[in-house]
């Protein structure tokens, strides 16, 4: 008799997806899920895939996993912050955005408040 294999799906109750892995770039090496605080990662069955979300609700974006992956800079991993907590702001002269996080910020303001 063989025993059936268990299946892992992703519980996906809400359009969140709180950790991105790029397929290119990661490599599977599962530090993240190794380090994730709430466990919402597990390792993909597939070697050399990247993790499997599967808890992203609840995902405390606590930044942990990006911060230990070894190839973070590469953009294997990213945190894709809910809408209500990505902070931009815009420059009056230009109209110009600005995000936090983004490549080429705005030098920081040095002119003290108007009072």
Known sequence: MTRPEALALPNLVTPNRPVVFDENACT????CVQVCMNDILIPNPQKGGPPIVLYPDECYYGGVCVMECPHRDEGAIR????LMQRMRWKRKETGEHYRVGMPDPPPPNTKPPVT
Request: hydrophobic share 25%; proline share 12%; with cysteine.
């Open 28 to 31: 599977g090496c599962n530090r």
């Open 79 to 82: 945190l894709n912050w809910p």
